[in-house]
């Protein structure tokens, strides 16, 4: 399969075009198009083959980019039987395709760029995934996650719901006068918490090294320096066991604040939970795996 891929690349190249190209002037994004749909307007944007349908002297084929999708319509009398062949024999599901046209509507009422000019913007070697609607294998999926991107809309959806969090966590300490930091993440002495660490040997110092199992030492030495409200979101290491549920490197938060307890703590926490689920959800109540859950209502209980 990768073979024939590479024959036709080296078709389009010998046509003229550059199957890997540097850039391209996407005027609009896809979302954009479909959501502010006016027929007969010009359209000029980008985006990845996700299915190609030709019937006799016209192609339909399914664009997509990072938001959203949009079909696409080339017909033999237009593109000219040159092009239109170029397109037919040597473009694959797969390659990322720049297009230039003008917005119509079928029968079906489906919004559709009629295609006047189009580019490969990069060849796709390798084919998607089959079905790639439902890559199933999970350790297809975490190997190789650009493909779990692709396959799976949820996946993505969940990769920007992580990084609003993020954005809306340090909005929140940000707001209560709490300090972002970044401490090491080499230390003399694998400290702050019990875990195995990975070890490193520094080179110009000569000396042994370990990836930090947690920040909290030297957090803790910001405050005996002076600041009262400081925070870390960043990578801590811990060289055990690896499944779905438990990865040697993550990221974790911790906040320390001078002259609180674990009341004051445990406060700050319920307020940050209910902040990210009422910007991020837009409710206080919840349910997970069946269960309800009202953060409006938080309970305490001693151990």
Not at 89 to 117: A, C, H, M, W, Y
Not at 144 to 149: A, V
Not at 269 to 281: M, V
């Amino acid at each position: 399969m990768e073979e024939i891929r590479r024959k036709k690349l080296e078709a389009m190249r010998k046509a003229g075009f550059c199957p890997f190209a540097r850039n391209f002037s996407k005027s609009s994004d896809i979302k954009e198009l479909v959501d502010n749909f006016q027929e007969g307007k010009d359209a000029q944007t980008a985006g990845r083959i996700m299915a190609l349908r030709s019937h006799g002297k016209s192609i339909f084929g399914d664009v997509k980019d990072e938001g959203s999708k949009i079909q696409f319509y080339l017909k033999l009398d237009s593109a000219g039987k040159e092009r239109f062949e170029l397109f037919l024999n040597n473009i694959d599901i797969g390659d990322i395709i720049g297009l230039k046209g003008t917005l119509f509507k079928t029968r079906t009422q489906e919004p559709t760029i009629e295609v006047s000019e189009f580019a490969l913007l990069a060849k796709s070697l390798r084919p998607l995934p089959e079905k790639w609607h439902g890559l199933k294998d999970i350790e297809i999926r975490f190997r190789r996650r650009y493909l779990d991107l692709l396959a799976n809309e949820k996946v993505k959806e969940i990769f920007i719901l992580r990084s609003r969090i993020i954005t809306k966590i340090r909005e929140f300490l940000d707001s209560r006068g709490y300090l972002e930091v970044e401490t090491p993440m080499l230390q003399e002495k694998a400290g702050g918490a019990t875990g195995n660490p990975f070890k490193t040997h520094h080179a110009a110092l000569g000396i042994d090294l370990f990836l930090r199992i947690a920040p909290e030492l030297y957090l803790k030495r910001l405050l005996v320096g002076g600041f009262e409200k400081v925070y870390e979101i960043n990578r801590s290491f811990r060289n055990e066991g690896l499944s779905t549920r438990h990865n040697p490197e993550f990221t974790m938060l911790e906040v320390y604040t001078a002259y609180a307890d674990y009341e004051d703590v445990m406060k700050l926490t319920e307020e940050l939970i209910t902040f990210l689920a009422e910007q991020l959800l837009q409710k206080k109540q919840l349910s997970y795996q069946g269960k309800a859950i009202d953060l409006s209502r938080w309970e305490r209980r001693s151990f």
